[in-house]
């Protein structure tokens, strides 16, 4: 007690009015706090130090500072971060016990395929790099350069949350081993014809009465009137610029920012008029997109996109003089925030019902995963009543 001094004493004296008596003021030690109890599962512990490296994970996810953590406003949010932390372990325990006594444990064929896994990945990520840099007009690098970088990236990623690659791995092992015992557990799951028949009419109406519906269903089923097919040429501003004018939206400065944009845009203009210009002349939209457009997405360079009135896919001054169009007409180029757009209108796209043989396999999928879920939480509640839960949040 003697190292607290006087701040000691008037935490006493503070109590005593307050009628606890006492010092509470324990000294944590760290490696003894790890070890406190804080669930137990089929009479087995999780102990603070296995949620803590879990929560240290899930905060360098989130990027959670230890500032964000102090911060009395964030409060409630870290609070419900550290129940699902805990639950998530205690889930993890549950289907660990499942998972052994149907006979699915880590073993070298789950840890190879982890490798595998994780080996794909880093080749993707590094392609990834490697077409950033090309589109920056950077000299191009051996690809073992890329895929050395690119290991770095997720090596330094793994620092940060405190793993060791071998850790890794073997966690992912262990994942695609429950995945492998989930996939066996809901093997027996199907679907009738009378289920996707079901589905389509029940949806089919909601979608009609209700068309803003459609946007966000798993299916369209109903296509209203009003909605055209597009594509773009985007000449854009550079990533810093447009950083810089939300950061002074951010900042409340709505004149400094719109000063800034008019600026910036006017810098990219001539750009995008010698563009729109070759387009005008009758030059290949498709070509001029390869070309010029800082928009490459599979969807502009193929079907395009899709939009109507508030789909939200463009800024709303774009949107609305992409609807203003005919079929094959091409706008002039169109300022937003992104830079400048020059829009073509490929097709206006008629209001449709979709027929059921039309939209059958993806309905059967949706209303599959539906059926998968439910026996799934079903089976989750019921063995989480069989393992005796206890929680212990007061010492997260």
């Known amino acids: 007690m003697k190292r607290f001094g006087k701040h000691c004493m008037i935490f006493i004296v503070l109590m005593f009015i307050l009628g ?41 996810f989130y990027g959670i500072t230890e500032e964000i953590e102090k911060d ?7 609070k419900e971060i550290k129940k699902d932390v805990l639950d998530q372990l205690i889930t993890r325990r549950v289907l660990q016990k499942r998972a052994k006594q149907a006979g699915f444990t880590v073993n070298e064929e789950y840890i190879q395929e982890a490798r595998k896994e994780l080996e794909e990945q880093l080749k993707s990520y590094a392609e990834a790099l490697k077409q950033r840099a090309q589109s920056k007009g950077k000299e191009s690098q051996q690809e073992k350069d890329y895929l050395q970088k690119a290991r770095n990236e997720w090596r330094q990623q793994l620092s940060d949350a ?18 492998k015992f989930t996939e066996k557990m809901l093997e027996d799951v199907e679907v009738t014809e009378q289920d996707i028949q079901q589905y389509y009419n029940e949806q089919l109406n909601k979608q009609k009465e209700d068309p803003s519906l459609v946007e966000t269903a798993p299916v369209q089923l109903y296509r209203p ?42 810098a990219i203009e001539p750009r995008a008029r010698e563009v729109y210009d070759k387009a005008k002349a009758g030059e290949s939209f498709e070509a001029l997109i390869e070309a010029y457009s800082d928009d490459k997405s599979t969807a502009n360079k193929e079907e395009g996109y899709v939009i109507y009135k508030g789909s939200g896919m463009f800024a709303e001054e ?8 005919n079929e094959g007409e091409i706008s002039e180029p169109v300022s937003s925030p992104l830079g400048y757009h020059i829009i073509k209108l490929y097709e206006k796209l008629p209001e449709k019902v979709f027929s059921l043989e039309e939209k059958k396999e993806e309905i059967k999928e949706v209303v599959l995963n539906d059926k998968r879920n439910e026996k ?3 089976l989750l509640e019921e063995w989480k009543k069989e393992a005796k839960i206890k929680k212990y949040e007061s010492r997260l």
């Open 20 to 60: 606890i008596t006492g010092c509470t003021l324990i000294e944590v030690i760290p490696e003894k706090d790890r070890q406190r109890v804080v669930a137990e599962v089929y009479g087995e512990k999780i102990l603070k130090g296995e949620f803590l490296d879990a929560y240290n994970q899930q905060k360098a």
């Open 72 to 78: 009395s406003q964030y409060k409630d949010t870290i």
């Open 162 to 179: 405190g793993l060791t690659e071998e850790e890794y791995i073997r966690r992912r092992a262990e994942n695609i081993m429950l995945e």
């Open 225 to 266: 009137a009003g909605w055209v097919r597009v594509k773009q040429i985007l000449i854009s501003l550079s990533s810093e610029e447009r950083d810089e004018y939300y950061n002074l939206i951010q900042q409340g400065k709505q004149d400094e920012a719109k000063k800034y944009l008019e600026e910036k845009l006017k």
């Open 318 to 325: 774009v949107e609305k003089a992409a609807l203003k169009l």
């Open 376 to 378: 799934w939480n079903a």
